[in-house]
Every structure is written in C-alpha cells, then in structure tokens.
C-alpha cells in the first residue's frame, strides 16, 4: 500500500492505475500466502520460492504502472492542450494584476500629487497669514496740545501713514478707534469717488459689503487653435467675462482663473449714480427750423 498509494494519486493514464491496482492485489494474495505457509512451510535459507515470486510480480506490475509508463507514453496531446490552455490563462491573470498594480501607482501617484499639492497651498495660506501678522509700522497714542488724545498710524521709515483725524476727549475713545482700525482695516473694500463733494457724510450709514454664493461657475476649454482659455457663464447661460487670450497649457490657464479669484474680491468699484440722461430725437410739426431736436430728460 506504500509503494501503490502515490502511484495511484499521480495523473496517469488509466491503464497504468490500473496495473498498480493489479499489482497491489496480487501483493496483498502473497501476504496472505505468507501468512498461511509462515513458519511450518518457511525454508529459513530459501524461503518459498512461489511467495517471493508472487509478491515480487505484484511489486513489478506496480513499478510498471507508475515508473515505467510515464516514461513510455509521454505526454498526450490532450495534456500538452490542457497545459498550454493554463499556461494562457495565467498569463492572462498575470497580465490583469499587472494593470491593476499599474492602475494602484497611478492612484497612488495622484494622492501623492494631492498630498504635495495641499501641502503647498497649506505653506502658501501660512505665508499669506503670517504677512498679514507681519507689520512695517505701529501705532501711536498720544495727547495733542489741547489736551485730546489721538493716535496715528506711523511707517518704520517715519512717515505718517493714518492718524485719528479728530481727538477724544479720553484716551479709552483713542483706543477705540484705534482698535476699530485694526479691526476693520484688513477686510475693508475700497469705494472710489469722482470728487470730494461726492463724499457721503460722516452721519450717514451704510451696509458693508458681503460676500454671497456665486450664481455662476469657470469653463475651461481648448480652442480650435489647441490653446487653452476659460469663461465665466452665468447660471442664466450668458457668458459675463472671458480670459481674452489662450495659454499654451492648461495649468497657465488654471492659474488665471485662480488669480482672478484672488483679485476679484477686493478690487476696488466705483459709485454708481443713479440718476441717468435719455436723449429723444423728435421732429418738428411744422417743419420749419432744425430738422432734429435733441431733449434731455432726467
């Protein structure tokens, strides 16, 4: 059973199991003869000759069916077929889990990328909000001649940059106003005005201005040319402003749009009267004098 087991597990052809299974019987008959003749019929030299032989041919029909056979019928067609067809398929399946080890690095490239990228607008935010922190000048809070305090706002290379422009009776007012300065002063827009007697008064109040959620969104695109430009369409579909000019890659084109986001907010605007002049061509009814009077209504 030692020497049949492994025979018989091994992918032969059917004939060769079948002879180790032959052998094995006509081994385990010898065994039984053994055990019958053992000891009254058992030569101590010789032994029984007719057991040996019987076991021995056993044994050989055994060797047979799983040494020789191999060795004479080779490989089949069928089983060169069947291992070329495996041989195909796990190149195949090598071949899918090297795309899908590709497409990992790829990913994990564009992380990295992200990653590198986050961290430089991080570093850049830093920077800007350490500018921010980051003054040339400082304040001065003082008492003037008449006995009212005031402050100004002094450049480290002496020249005056802002001051109170009236005095406090206290110097607790002074110091108000200067904080409401600092505190205003960085978010502050800037509204721009012809002349000076288009100036409201110091009375008059007004609504900062806030920031509202866009109602519309940046196009990129390439153009007939291959250049790379963007436009800004509103969520009513007209287009309300355009980059004017292509760039030669899309990453000088995304840069665009993000400077116009940074610059966009604090620009400065102008005010806007809103009164207006309508011009009327008429005719006169007796068509004597000019042939055209202009009439300019408010």
Request: charged share 25%; aromatic share 8%; with cysteine.
């Amino acid at each position: 059973m030692l020497v049949a087991g492994p025979v018989i597990r091994l992918p032969l052809k059917s004939w060769a199991n079948y002879a180790a299974y032959v052998g094995q019987s006509i081994c385990f008959v010898a065994a039984v003869w053994f055990i019958l003749v053992f000891p009254a019929g058992w030569n101590v030299q010789t032994g029984s000759q007719p057991v040996i032989i019987l076991y021995a041919v056993g044994l050989a029909l055994i060797v047979v069916g799983g040494g020789l056979a191999p060795l004479v019928a080779g490989v089949s067609r069928e089983d060169l077929e069947a291992s070329e067809r495996r041989g195909s398929e796990l190149a195949s399946e090598l071949e899918a889990v090297r795309q899908e080890r590709d497409e990992f690095e790829s990913e994990l490239e564009a992380v990295r990328a992200e990653t590198d990228a986050g961290e430089a607008a991080r570093s850049g935010l830093q920077t800007t909000i350490d500018s921010l922190y980051a003054s040339q000048a400082r304040f001065e809070l003082y008492e003037d001649n008449a006995g009212e305090w005031r402050w100004r706002l002094r450049h480290r290379n002496g020249q005056s940059i802002a001051d109170s422009g009236e005095g406090y009776t206290r110097r607790h007012n002074a110091q108000k106003g200067m904080q409401s300065v600092r505190r205003n002063a960085l978010g502050a827009t800037t509204l721009l005005f012809e002349s000076e007697e288009q100036l409201p008064s110091e009375e008059e109040t007004f609504e900062p201005v806030e920031e509202t959620e866009s109602r519309a969104s940046f196009e990129m695109y390439e153009d007939a040319s291959g250049e790379h430009r963007w436009r800004l369409r509103h969520e009513n579909g007209n287009i309300i402003g355009d980059s004017g000019e292509g760039y030669a890659s899309r990453r000088n084109a995304q840069r665009s749009i993000d400077k116009i986001r940074e610059y966009v907010g604090p620009a400065d605007y102008l005010w806007l009267d809103p009164t207006a002049l309508r011009c009327i061509s008429t005719k006169p009814g007796n068509g004597a004098g000019d042939s055209s009077i202009a009439t300019a209504t408010c």
